[in-house]
């Protein structure tokens, strides 16, 4: 099978000969431009031959792209994460004169540029997701942790510029189909009980999400939501009109095996990325896998992490996966 052909098979629930699998990771200092992106992610791929290529962009982008200003994190696990120095919303009275940003300049381009790169590299065998903040989680990185005060006490300010935050997400993710992307990794970092009630998320996540959601499922696009965090809302977004769902589920409720009793989608996941594959040997990854494989149901499975890989896993850990589910 190709890896297209396994990727659809799985989530229509269909056989396949193995299960699919997909990592990814940020590429810091080379994601400054387009080629340096488009190279690290092509040599990536033909390092392992994953059966889906999730782009991953500059962390951070988006708020680049609406004046946020960045340095990379120095402190923690080594991810390629960078911290904002300089957030583009001073006071709440800052959310009434934001913006759109634009695709056909600056960071945005860049980053379109980038993906018509590596889907001449990589050509049809393989699907290619673009990755795309939520409204909400790009609120939160304009404003920082200033936004929860702003959501409950100045929320008709916030609300004006999720409207426009929403409308330059939706357009990115359309140009990025339009330049044969197949499809979105749409990821909230917001839908976690840590940081906000259903309630709030329904009224300040859910319904921009589906804004955008809606529209890219009209142009069939292959959609990945990933929920990133602890204790998250997973009935709350469950439904969403996605094909699969990817968490930190090795960290947080629910497992895969409950996941899959309350929900058809498929979903990515099985592996710790921060302490397994980064600390452990390829043996020990081995045996995870296939104590995994037999606790879950495989249908409507892809093998991959809970989030970005740390940029120093070693090689041959993310070798062993595919070597352990060709087995």
């Not at 001073?90 to 993906?115: C, F, M, T, V, Y």
């Not at 699907?127 to 304009?142: D, E, G, S, Y």
């Amino acid at each position: 099978m190709t890896s297209r052909e396994r990727i659809y098979k799985t989530m229509k629930g269909k056989p396949t000969d193995r299960i699919p699998v997909s990592l990814w990771q940020h590429f810091p200092d080379a994601d400054q431009t387009s080629q340096g992106l488009a190279d690290s992610i092509l040599n990536f791929q033909k390092k392992f031959n994953f059966d889906l290529v999730k782009v991953t962009p500059a962390s951070g982008y988006m708020t680049e792209a609406f004046g946020g200003k960045f340095i990379p994190l120095k402190t923690g696990l080594q991810k390629g994460i960078r911290e904002c120095v300089d957030f583009p919303i001073k006071n709440h009275n800052d959310w009434k004169k934001i913006k759109p940003a634009s695709i056909n300049q600056g960071i945005l381009k860049r980053e379109l540029e980038a993906l018509k790169l590596i889907k001449k590299g990589i050509g049809n065998d393989v699907p290619i997701v673009q990755t795309i903040p939520n409204p909400l989680t790009l609120a939160k990185t304009i404003r920082g942790k200033l936004l929860f005060d702003d959501l409950r006490n100045h929320p008709n300010d916030l609300k004006s510029a999720l409207d426009v935050i929403t409308d330059t997400i939706l357009t990115f993710s359309l140009e990025s189909l339009k330049v044969r992307a197949d499809g979105i990794f749409f990821f909230t970092q917001m839908a976690s009980f840590d940081f906000l009630t259903e309630k709030e998320y329904q009224e300040f996540g859910v319904k921009y999400d589906l804004q955008i959601l809606n529209n890219l499922a009209k142009q069939n696009a292959l959609l990945i939501l990933h929920i990133h965090g602890l204790n998250i809302m997973f009935d709350l977004l469950k439904e969403y009109p996605v094909q699969i769902i990817n968490w930190h589920d090795q960290l947080t409720a629910p497992t895969i095996a409950e996941a899959q009793k309350i929900c058809t989608k498929t979903f990515i996941g099985g592996i710790e990325e921060n302490e397994m594959l980064l600390k452990e040997n390829p043996e020990v990854i081995k045996k995870h896998i296939k104590k995994f494989i037999n606790k879950n149901n495989g249908k409507r499975l892809i093998f991959g992490p809970g989030c970005v890989l740390p940029v120093n896993t070693p090689e041959m850990n993310i070798s062993a996966i595919k070597k352990a589910l060709e087995k």
